[in-house]
């Protein structure tokens, strides 16, 4: 197994849980899946079972969301003793084909999509009032550096999203730039798939490909890289901020102004890794509360205690065997109660996954999903 005696329950803290199971309560999945954290955190005590739980499938119906974090009154996390047991199976190579074919094309493409280093950057052709995006070269100066989740950069649904970002900094005038196709993946799946010595790979590489630019701030369009690059690479040495945060700012400076208007009762899904990872609450509201004739609505489970649209934690390449509905099910339910005609989130996997969920209900003649960039793209 190569687990040195004690390692694992040092690792994660594990005789600091008091066995409460707040985790398990607050646990979103638990109402779809046979996930029990705390049971999984009372049973990694005994080392000498790790490898039979690490065979265990619940261990890949954990999307990371957080709440169990939040709510741990030790301040413990437990769902990275899940994220462990997935490392084991990743050092045999034991995972889900998907999520192998994944991993492989991040470190072989930089992508986690097995498309081409090459096409990264297809999508910044031929946006809508802007004559060339600017890509840096090496020592150039630039109050933003761009980076632009894979998702985004090649995944048709999502594009809309990166070349909506473009419009809104040239209009506000920003001094922005990009990377190119040198850019990479962030490593956040890499690291939830279980692959740690990928995800140090690319904390590693992104972090000295960044040093090569002069520039004051990160913006991500991705709440998962966003987290990321402030939270959990070690080498990295600038302030990152996710595009709402920047965007929010830039309205409140009075730098861009929406002078169009979108009629709908709108209401905002918080995604795991912008609110319950980092508490970004407010600045997505702001924005949306500045577009006239937005109606704005609120989930009843909001903000700390929204609902996981079950995107995350490597989860868009491994298939849960619950045939039980999904939470963005739930989710898209939850917002036809409440008379939305828009539900509007701020990641590309809530994207997917809500809009795929829609699908599902035959929603879609009823309301629609949209990122807030595309919004501020139909009203700047």
């Not at 909506?164 to 005038?173: D, F, I, Q, S």
């Not at 740690?196 to 690319?202: A, D, K, N, R, V």
């Not at 995350?312 to 045939?323: A, D, F, I, N, P």
């Amino acid at each position: 197994m190569g687990i040195e005696e004690g390692t694992f329950v040092k690792k994660y803290d594990l005789l600091g849980c008091i066995q409460c199971g707040r985790c398990t309560g607050g646990c979103p999945v638990t109402v779809r899946t046979p996930l029990n954290v705390r049971r999984f955190v009372y049973d990694a005590l005994n080392e000498e079972i790790l490898e039979e739980l690490s065979d265990k499938p619940e261990i890949w119906d954990c999307t990371t969301c957080n709440t169990c974090a939040l709510r741990c009154p030790k301040g413990l996390e437990p769902f990275e003793v899940l994220i462990g047991l997935r490392s084991m199976k990743a050092e045999e190579g034991n995972i889900e084909p998907t999520a192998r074919d994944a991993l492989e094309s991040m470190f072989n493409n930089g992508n986690p999509w097995g498309k081409p280093a090459a096409k990264r950057c297809d999508w910044m052709e031929g946006i809508e009032g802007v004559e060339k995006v600017r890509i840096l070269e090496e020592g150039e100066k630039a109050d933003v550096l761009v980076h632009i989740c894979c998702t985004a950069c090649y995944d048709p649904r999502i594009i809309p999203l990166a070349r909506n970002l473009v419009r809104v900094l040239e209009k506000a005038g920003i001094d922005y730039g990009f990377i190119g196709t040198e850019e990479k993946h962030c490593g956040s799946e890499a690291r939830r798939l279980g692959e740690e010595g990928l995800f140090e790979y690319f904390d590693e590489e992104n972090s000295e490909l960044f040093s090569r630019f002069d520039v004051k701030r990160l913006v991500t369009l991705s709440p998962h890289c966003f987290n990321t690059f402030k939270n959990e690479y070690q080498n990295l040495n600038l302030p990152v901020l996710h595009y709402t945060q920047l965007i929010a700012e830039l309205l409140e400076s009075k730098a861009l102004d929406l002078p169009g208007e979108i009629a709908s009762r709108v209401v905002y899904h918080d995604p795991c890794y912008l609110g319950k990872k980092n508490l970004v609450f407010d600045e997505p509201r702001y924005i949306l509360g500045e577009i006239k004739g937005v109606e704005l609505a609120e989930f009843l489970r909001s903000k700390e205690r929204s609902l996981c649209c079950e995107g995350g934690g490597g989860k868009m390449w491994v298939e849960s065997q619950s045939k039980a509905p999904r939470l963005a099910e739930t989710r898209v339910l939850d917002a036809q109660a409440l008379g939305a005609n828009t539900i509007a989130v701020a990641c590309p996997f809530c994207l997917l996954t809500i809009e795929d969920a829609l699908k599902v209900k035959g929603l879609e003649e009823e309301m629609r999903v949209a990122d807030i960039l595309e919004l501020l793209g139909e009203v700047i």
